[in-house]
């Protein structure tokens, strides 16, 4: 793709987060619990995509749910009752905190909109097209955490426009055997952290994949990803994938990746969640000890 002169993008006002799926590899915990509720330590994720959309200036966030996933929606609001008891107990820091987390409606401009049925991330994505500021769109997926100093989504929004791209797809290097497992951009050159990109392959054999960027879990969407998600065929899984309905805009709107800097954990999968839960520990003065004891008796024991 050309370079075009640095363009002002319109704003980013609004984030919507995809929580309807079944969570099935998390079962039986997604049983009664949704996935997004599932706590790196005593953190839940949806609480850190929030707090990466609140910090990258999110006017409005929209959560796309399911009726069986209401403990969603009661725990990004205020809980009054809770937070009387926890004052009334001395907890008041405790109650400070919880206020701080949830959603005040005085900041925030907060929806919830119902996916009955969980029919991809494209028709999740879509089911949101009603409640959007409009301009561009930021997608959070949840269950991918990314860690680090800044946001992730604070940097792909100050990025974004670079170069004219309407879809902006954050992407991380994976090993040559690993692209089998992710949508791969295929990268035309680079600006820093930003790669031009004509297309994606979805889950490529090593050897035709087109790089070793994969696409994660936050995207900056052309407001137009609406039109083109109404009219998305099923793909894989026969679900509406929205990965389709990117490349099938890549000619039109432009497509780049965003190289950001965190570390991101697919806490999708139980060896993710692993491997976040013991970063975030490691990163907690009160927690590593426990994990040094831990590795010290796992040497002991050998
Ligand atoms: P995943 O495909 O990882 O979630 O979707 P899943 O289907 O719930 O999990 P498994 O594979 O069965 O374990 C990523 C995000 O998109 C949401 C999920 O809730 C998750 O946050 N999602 C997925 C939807 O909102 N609707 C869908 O139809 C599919």
Redesign the pocket.
Known sequence: MELKEAETPLPVRTAIF?????????LPATKATP??LLPVLDRPLIQFAIDEARMAGIERMIF?SHPAKSAIERYVTHDADLDAQLCAKGKTELARGLAADALDPGEIDVRFVM?DQ????G??VLCAADDVLPGPVAVI???DLILGETGCLSEMIAAYGRGGAGHMVATMQVDAEAVKSYGILSVTGRDERVLWADGMVEKPEPSDAPSRQAVV?RYILDGSIFEDLRDQKPGTGG?IQLTDAISRATPRVGLSGFRFSGQRYDC?SKEGMLRAILAYANSMSDFRDVIDDHNRSLLAAE
Do not use: M
Request: aromatic letters at 4%.
């Open positions: 995809p929580v309807a799926g079944l969570g099935t590899r998390f996935k997004e796309v996916q969980p029919l991809g991330l028709h999740a997926l949840p269950d879990g679900e999708g």
